[in-house]
């Protein structure tokens, strides 16, 4: 039961917030929304609020909003005014409802680790230094492995970031140091010098085994939730990118094994399963904005082919291939899911 509630709120909070990027943005561009859906198949209820209808469907597996201007046979956009459908906007106005669903997804993974941040905290390592780089400053002031820094300048600093955010305030300069060693306080004149990366530096480095779990504020944890979404969406991407280079092996899992992982989660608590959860929304994002036809990414192609060609692709041949590729997609569903369930009963081949 625990694993299928943790599920049920894991894939309705990432197909509410995707949803709800195309339908706010929609909104703000004069597009009339009929319906608001989340899951599909059989209507378990709904109601109307102005013009949209709002649904909640059977199957969790996903969701949609139907807007005027999408389906030429829409018989709900019978006498509707042009300027409320969406083929009638411009390009740039359709496009961005098309990328507000996957943008959505990045936007609730940096919350969610925002959330983390907050409540439980992030992992920084001390300011106890773990190695001195030969060559550098430091090494020429006299700083040892194990020496402890608690103030730049005479400003305390409580971790390494601290550390290193005052450092690179002074390019070029000396800064003087607060050491702590064998338990008596030491000031230490050290200046920064250029790596080869450009950035100023004094030559140490951090102990890897000396952490602080400090809780951020709310600013602070959300820079550090949407920086971290950044770092893990190029993570990923150059993971698929090893992928199709064969420089990693294939790895891809379907709702059977993402439940699995939910479950997983679940036993270890609340905060777990908000990781998972802003991992997967980092994974739906990116998934999405792929050119593959029946995704976000295809359909911004075919605007850009639009922009291009200065008239849209025939909407019945745009249509076949948005079928198409929804059908390759549940094959492919198909195959994974299987796998899953072979992998679950009988474990990994």
């Keep these: 039961m625990q694993t299928f509630i943790a599920s049920v709120v894991v894939f309705g909070l990432l197909i509410f917030f995707h949803e709800l990027g195309h339908f706010l943005v929609a909104k703000r561009v004069g597009i009339l929304v009929h319906e608001f859906s989340l899951g599909f198949g059989p209507k378990v209820f709904g109601f109307n609020w102005g013009e949209t209808r709002y649904n909640l469907r059977l199957l969790p597996l996903g969701g949609f909003v139907r807007m005027a201007g999408m389906d030429p046979n829409e018989e709900d956009d019978k006498g509707i005014p042009e300027n409320r459908a969406f083929n009638r906007k411009t390009v740039s106005q359709r496009a961005s409802v098309i990328i507000a669903g996957p943008l959505m997804n990045f936007i609730l993974a940096a919350l969610l680790f925002a959330f983390i941040f907050m409540f439980q905290g992030i992992q920084f390592a001390t300011t106890k230094v773990g190695e001195v780089i030969d060559g550098f400053p430091a090494q020429r002031a006299g700083i040892q492995a194990g020496d402890q820094i608690t103030a730049v300048n005479q400003k305390p600093v409580e971790d390494w970031n601290e550390l290193v955010e005052e450092v690179s305030k002074f390019p ?139 008239k849209p692709v025939e909407p019945s041949k745009e249509s076949f291939i948005h079928l198409v590729g929804f059908g390759l997609l549940l094959l492919l569903m198909v195959v994974i899911t299987y796998n899953d369930v072979v992998s679950l009963m009988f474990g990994p081949r």
């Design 172 to 310: 070029g300069e000396s800064v003087n140091l607060s050491i702590v060693r064998d338990g008596q306080e030491l000031q230490v004149n050290v200046a920064t010098q250029k790596d080869e990366t450009g950035q100023y530096k004094i030559g140490i480095k951090p102990s890897e085994t000396d952490t602080v779990i400090k809780k951020l504020n709310p600013v602070s944890a959300l820079i550090q939730g949407g920086q971290f979404t950044v770092q893990l969406s190029w993570l990923i991407l150059s993971f698929i990118g090893q992928m199709f280079t064969q420089q990693a092996p294939v790895d891809l899992g379907g709702p059977v094994r993402i439940v699995g992982e939910i479950g997983k989660a679940a036993e270890f608590g609340v905060f777990h399963v908000l990781r998972l959860a802003a991992f997967l929304s980092i994974n739906l994002g990116l998934f999405n904005l792929f050119p593959i036809p029946a995704l976000d990414g295809s359909r911004v192609l075919f605007l850009i082919w639009e922009k291009i060609a200065g």
